[in-house]
C-alpha cells in the first residue's frame, strides 16, 4: 500500500469542538443570561439600546447586534467556496423548496406558535396591560389620543408613536420572523451539522428581506400582510 493511499485511510474525520458540540446550550445560557441581566439592571439594558441608528425618533438598527452578528457570520463566509453557491443556483429543486417553506408555510407555523404559547399558556408572563410603543405606518400622520387599529397615537419625546398591546409587537415580530429566517444562525447551524456551506448561503439569501430583494418583497408581501390583518 502506498504512503498515499495509507495516508488517506488512516485519516480520522475531524469531529466538533466543544463549542460546537455544546451550541445549544451557549445559547439557552445566553438568552437565561440576557433576562437576568434584563432584570437585574435594567440600566445596561436601556444602554446597549441607546447604541443605534435612529430614524423619525425610533431605533431602526441596534449597532451592539450588528456587531455580534459580523463576528457570527464572518467565519462561516471566508471559508465558502462561492463556485459552490453558483453550483446551487443552478438546481432550483432544493432552493425552490426551501422559498415554498419559508414564505408558504413558516409565516403560519409560527403564527399558530405564538397564538399557543404567547396568547395562551404564557400570556400572565406578559400581563394583559403591558403595552408597547411603535413607530406609526407610512403616510399616517393623527394627532396624540387618537385611536389607530388596537392602539392609540401617543407623543413620546416629541415624537408621534402608536402604543400597542405588547402581545401584537410579539406576534408581529414572530410573523416576521417566519417569513426571514435568521441568516447569521441558518449559517451557523449548517456549519455545524458539517452541511454544504455554499448550498445554505445559496437558499437563505433570496429569504433575506432587502429593498432590493424583488423576490422577498413578491413572494412574501402576501403572507405576511393576511397575517398582519389576522392579528388587527
Same mark, same amino acid.
Given at each position: 500500500?502506498?504512503?498515499?493511499?495509507?495516508?488517506?485511510? %488512516?485519516?480520522?474525520?475531524?469531529?466538533?469542538?466543544?463549542?460546537?458540540?455544546?451550541?445549544?446550550?451557549?445559547?439557552?445560557?445566553?438568552?437565561?443570561?440576557?433576562?437576568?441581566?434584563?432584570?437585574?439592571?435594567?440600566?445596561?439594558?436601556?444602554?446597549?439600546?441607546?447604541?443605534?441608528?435612529?430614524?423619525?425618533?425610533?431605533?431602526?438598527?441596534?449597532?451592539?447586534?450588528?456587531?455580534?452578528?459580523?463576528?457570527?457570520?464572518?467565519?462561516?463566509? +471566508?471559508?465558502? &467556496?462561492?463556485?459552490?453557491?453558483?453550483?446551487?443556483?443552478?438546481?432550483?429543486?432544493?432552493?425552490?423548496?426551501?422559498? #415554498? +417553506?419559508?414564505?408558504?408555510?413558516?409565516?403560519?407555523?409560527? !403564527? /399558530?406558535? $405564538?397564538?399557543?404559547?404567547?396568547?395562551?399558556? #404564557?400570556?400572565?408572563?406578559?400581563?394583559? &396591560?403591558?403595552? &408597547?410603543?411603535?413607530?406609526?405606518?407610512?403616510?399616517?400622520?393623527?394627532?396624540?389620543?387618537?385611536? !389607530?387599529? $388596537?392602539?392609540?397615537?401617543?407623543? $413620546?419625546?416629541?415624537?408621534?408613536?402608536?402604543?400597542?398591546?405588547?402581545?401584537? %409587537? !410579539?406576534? /408581529?415580530?414572530?410573523?416576521?420572523?417566519? +417569513?426571514?429566517?435568521?441568516?447569521?444562525?441558518?449559517?451557523?447551524?449548517? !456549519? $455545524?451539522?458539517?452541511?454544504?456551506?455554499?448550498?445554505?448561503?445559496?437558499?437563505? %439569501?433570496?429569504?433575506?428581506?432587502?429593498?432590493?430583494?424583488?423576490?422577498?418583497?413578491?413572494?412574501?408581501?402576501? /403572507?405576511?400582510?393576511?397575517?398582519?390583518?389576522?392579528?388587527?
Amino acid at each position: 500500500m502506498s504512503p498515499v493511499t495509507e495516508g488517506c485511510i %488512516s485519516k480520522q474525520p475531524k469531529g466538533l469542538s466543544a463549542f460546537e458540540k455544546y451550541l445549544t446550550i451557549w445559547v439557552l445560557a445566553c438568552i437565561g443570561a440576557g433576562i437576568l441581566l434584563g432584570k437585574l439592571a435594567p440600566s445596561v439594558a436601556r444602554t446597549l439600546d441607546g447604541f443605534a441608528i435612529w430614524s423619525g425618533g425610533a431605533p431602526v438598527i441596534s449597532i451592539p447586534i450588528a456587531v455580534c452578528l459580523f463576528f457570527m457570520m464572518y467565519p462561516i463566509m +471566508v471559508k465558502i &467556496d462561492f463556485a459552490e453557491v453558483l453550483a446551487a443556483v443552478r438546481n432550483l429543486k432544493p432552493v425552490g423548496l426551501t422559498l #415554498f +417553506v419559508n414564505w408558504a408555510i413558516k409565516p403560519f407555523t409560527m !403564527y /399558530a406558535i $405564538v397564538i399557543l404559547f404567547l396568547g395562551v399558556l #404564557f400570556r400572565g408572563l406578559i400581563g394583559p &396591560d403591558a403595552t &408597547d410603543l411603535a413607530k406609526l405606518p407610512l403616510g399616517v400622520n393623527l394627532e396624540p389620543g387618537v385611536a !389607530y387599529g $388596537v392602539g392609540k397615537v401617543v407623543l $413620546v419625546n416629541g415624537a408621534k408613536l402608536l402604543e400597542t398591546p405588547l402581545l401584537r %409587537s !410579539y406576534l /408581529a415580530g414572530c410573523i416576521l420572523l417566519g +417569513v426571514a429566517p435568521c441568516t447569521a444562525m441558518v449559517l451557523v447551524w449548517g !456549519y $455545524v451539522a458539517k452541511g454544504n456551506d455554499g448550498h445554505t448561503l445559496a437558499m437563505v %439569501s433570496p429569504s433575506r428581506p432587502r429593498p432590493c430583494s424583488f423576490s422577498f418583497a413578491s413572494a412574501s408581501a402576501p /403572507a405576511t400582510g393576511l397575517l398582519a390583518l389576522a392579528r388587527a
